[in-house]
């Protein structure tokens, strides 16, 4: 399947602080270079178009989505493996076949040498990538906006108390300053490729929850950091032409769900917005209220196929 593009999504969306949010920087540098900045800062770096400035990066975006759909897929009892643990089936053995079929493969016999390892993982895995296999979604970073830029980067310092692990009583003497920012929008954008409607809407439930405050971002969340509202102003799905109406990758290529495992099949929406684009039929939704509607839809289509996933291997 990684050989064709079947369909493919982006999703275009502003994210807000609603509550300070802290992403920490790790570059101790960047503390030397200015002792006057907080112990705990935000995240910058160099942007083109900007100069320096804070951003979220994408792969700690992809890590918080992450983990939000995991407890999302356990809650529907759907498999879902414990990214921690190396010796899972997910890494240690899907790592493993991966490693075979790739040394036993001769060039252009099998179209999907990688179904197998697929087929293997968890849906977490299949979504968001492993060890063993590619990510089907990726996230952007996320950059100010132009015209809110000088307000994202107008941060704050707050101070903290640190928790002496043994006590569990604040730390003495252990006074930190937490840099953090309090305003702008940071503009981002997620896609996935050759997906199925349920990794489409199990991304979207994940947005709104972070909309929703029930999925924070960033440091030092249980002192109330991280609250973020969520804005969807674009969602662009390109798909082949097999259907008319927007389906996932198991519809549109029904050859591919054996091989792959796939869980949709049939599952299509009638999407408003269907025109032309370069893989044929492209579906847009514009405008935060439109795209709220179709990912609802796709979730409303999508999600029995999620609950009736568990116990499959
Ligand atoms: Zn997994």
Same mark, same amino acid.
């Given at each position: ?96 076949? %991966? ?29 968001? %990538? ?116 927007? %389906? %996932? ?65």
């Amino acid at each position: 399947m990684h050989k064709l593009t079947i369909n493919r999504a982006r999703i275009d969306l502003r994210l807000r602080p609603v509550t300070p949010l802290l992403v920490k920087s790790g570059d101790k540098g960047a503390q030397l270079l200015h002792p006057e900045r907080p112990d705990l800062m935000c995240v910058r770096t160099r942007h083109g178009r900007y100069g320096e400035t804070v951003y979220i990066p994408g792969a700690g975006l992809k890590g918080v989505v992450r983990s939000s759909a995991e407890r999302i897929l356990r809650s529907l009892e759907a498999r879902c493996c414990d990214p921690m643990d190396h010796k899972s089936e997910c890494h240690e053995a899907a790592s493993k076949l %991966g490693d075979q079929l790739a040394r036993g493969r001769s060039p252009d016999a099998d179209p999907h040498p990688m179904a197998p390892v697929y087929k293997m993982v968890c849906l977490a895995c299949r979504t968001f %990538g492993s060890q063993a296999l590619a990510s089907r979604t990726s996230f952007e970073d996320a950059y100010p906006t132009t015209t809110t830029l000088e307000r994202a980067n107008a941060t704050e310092a707050r101070s903290g108390v640190s928790i002496d692990r043994q006590t569990g009583g604040p730390s003495r003497g252990k006074l930190f300053e937490m840099e953090v920012v309090v305003g702008g929008e940071f503009e981002t954008s997620i896609q996935l490729a050759n997906f199925e409607l349920w990794q489409l809407a199990l991304v979207g439930v994940v947005l709104a929850d972070v909309d929703e405050g029930f999925v924070r971002l960033g440091s030092a969340k249980s002192r109330g950091l991280g609250r973020m509202a969520v804005e969807i102003h674009r969602v662009l799905v390109d798909q082949v032409p097999t259907s008319d109406e927007l %389906g %996932g990758v198991a519809t549109l290529h029904p050859g591919l769900a054996g091989p792959y495992g796939l869980l949709e099949q049939s599952a299509t929406i009638v999407a408003e917005g269907r025109g032309v684009g370069p893989l044929g039929h492209r579906f847009v939704w514009e405008g935060a209220d439109s795209c709220r509607r179709g990912l609802d839809r796709i979730t409303e289509t999508a999600w029995p196929f999620l609950r009736s996933s568990r116990g499959v291997a």
